[in-house]
């Protein structure tokens, strides 16, 4: 949940008059749909797609209405679903695992690395069951998951991998953007993200086969290039509006001078912010470049802050205009997972968390970082140095002292 802040920093969304220009020519256009590939109606789903594509370094790119249905569509098209296990981190949005619950499969909960606060490549092998079939990477804040080395497990069990992109909007990992390490990435441009029309969401790929594949599921099943009323197999209705579209395109245009100074920025604030005693800053995985940046995480040591909760912190921050996201609670720990029984059918005895086996002490690091994790949002990135040097004497001054180490 965003804090609300009487902030000084840059509000969110930022928009002008080229995107009330761009949804008002959809309006007067009256292709207010897409239609469908061959015989389209507007051209901004279809414009939007080779846009993101390029700009994502992919082949393919599927948009839809949300980044939830994003991962239910890339394993439906992977031909994960009833009954089979997959394997993602305890720390993210709930979406990453009821996009999992969504398609009748189960998802298994791996604990996360306390530096970098992504799930722990170094415990996800020990999770894989003769059930599983695949991972789903969740590059959180836009930190790269270890996807050679996530990629490796997954090739030595015959898994797939599929990359949850919602915080990772031009992330590098080993020079590459992610979304293409695996075999498919998932975004959302919901209204919070980086890359936002309030809602929305993309499948990006290397495949054709399996681009074509998403789009028959996303489109009521069917095929580019046939006609309109041939409905090959089940596929849903996940289409993207045009007028969301549009609006995205004007969005995408911003968003490489915003992605460079979040970058430029979250280096200043993060040097700053790890020379405060008891302070440390989401680790950028090995091998990361630039990163999405959605928040910018850092966990504290309560007794060097006086024995502050993360509560307090967050709305001592928010007191003095600096916007925070609340931390997510740990999947296991959420009511829905202590409920094993989801779905009718599905058999969950294998999964890690319900009842007895949601206790914390199952997930000792990710229960240990949310109670002592504070979330900057976005936006704070995008102000100027003198703000972020306000941000690091505010987080400073959350404890006794308001010295910061030299
Ligand atoms: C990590 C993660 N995955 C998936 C989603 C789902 O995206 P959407 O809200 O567009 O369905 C979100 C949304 O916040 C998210 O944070």
């Not at 080229?18 to 051209?43: K, L, M, Q, Y």
């Not at 948009?63 to 890339?74: D, P, R």
């Not at 779905?343 to 206790?359: L, P």
Request: hydrophobic share 35%; charged share 20%; net charge negative.
């Amino acid at each position: 949940m965003k804090s609300e802040s009487n902030s000084r920093f840059p509000e969110w969304p930022i928009w002008d008059e080229g995107d009330v220009h761009a949804v008002e020519s959809v309006i007067r256009s009256n292709n207010w749909w897409c239609g469908a590939p061959g015989t389209p109606a507007g051209r901004n789903v279809w414009e939007f797609q080779k846009e993101f594509c390029a700009f994502q370094e992919s082949n393919h790119c599927v948009a839809v209405a949300n980044g939830t249905v994003a991962i239910e569509l890339a394993l439906l098209a992977l031909g994960v679903g009833f009954g089979d296990e997959v394997i993602l981190s305890d720390y993210t949005f709930v979406a990453s695992a009821s996009a999992v619950v969504g398609v009748n499969a189960v998802p298994v909960f791996c604990d996360i690395d306390p530096d970098t606060l992504l799930m722990d490549v170094n415990r996800v092998e020990q999770l894989v069951t003769s059930r599983t079939k695949a991972f789903i990477a969740v590059h959180l804040g836009g930190n790269p998951v270890d996807m050679e080395g996530l990629g490796a497990i997954a090739e030595k069990h015959g898994l797939h991998v599929i990359e949850d992109c919602a915080h990772a909007h031009g992330s590098r990992y080993r020079g590459r953007r992610v979304g293409s390490w695996g075999d498919a990435g998932t975004f959302s441009f919901q209204a919070s993200k980086v890359l936002t029309a309030g809602e929305g969401g993309a499948v990006v790929c290397g495949g054709r086969e399996l681009a074509d594949r998403i789009y028959t599921l996303s489109d009521c099943g069917r095929k580019k290039g046939e006609y309109f009323y041939s409905h090959y197999e089940y596929g849903s209705n996940c289409r993207m509006p045009e007028l969301e579209a549009a609006l995205l395109r004007t969005q995408l245009a911003r968003f490489p001078a915003q992605h460079r100074l979040r970058n430029e920025n979250a280096r200043y604030l993060s040097s700053a912010l790890n020379s405060i005693e008891g302070v440390r800053v989401m680790r950028p995985t090995e091998g990361a470049g630039e990163l999405g940046y959605y928040i910018l995480p850092f966990v504290f040591d309560p007794a060097k802050f006086g024995g502050i909760t993360k509560d307090a912190f967050s709305r001592k921050l928010n007191e003095a205009g600096i916007p925070t996201d609340d931390p997510y609670p740990p999947l296991h720990s959420l009511h829905c997972f202590k409920n094993s029984a989801l779905r009718r059918g599905i058999d969950y005895s294998n999964a890690n968390w319900g009842g007895a086996k949601s206790d914390d002490r199952n997930f000792p690091v990710v229960s240990d970082v949310y109670k002592r994790s504070v979330q900057l949002a976005h936006n704070v990135l995008l102000g100027g140095r003198e703000e972020l040097d306000y941000v690091a004497d505010c987080v400073a001054g959350c404890g006794h002292s308001t010295d910061r180490r030299s």
